[in-house]
């Protein structure tokens, strides 16, 4: 792990979805675990729409708060540092609308 001195094993999968429809999101799916048992887990999930269609993203939001309240997150905190995440210097905003969830867990 940068900065830790650490090796660390882990296994990482991600998908993007890139639709042919410029009013569909394109979406973002990214995972990553430790192959050495317990330790620690990482996720995002986010939409980065073409087009913002904010009925879509209230619509993707509501779903995930309705995640969210059933497994007990917070529906602000799972989001946070999304935009941070997907955010590039070229860019005026971050690709993120912050709809998805971002979870870290160490176990």
Known sequence: MPGTGEEINAMIYQMEVF??????P???????????GPGPYYMNLDLFPAVRIQEDLD????????IADRFGRDRDKMREELDV??????WVSPLATKVGCKLEETR
């Open 26 to 36: 394109m979406g973002h799916f990214h995972t990553k675990w430790s192959m050495e």
């Open 19 to 24: 639709p042919e429809n410029t009013f569909c």
């Open 59 to 66: 619509t993707m939001r509501n779903v995930m708060d309705n």
């Open 85 to 90: 995440h997907y955010n590039l210097e070229h």
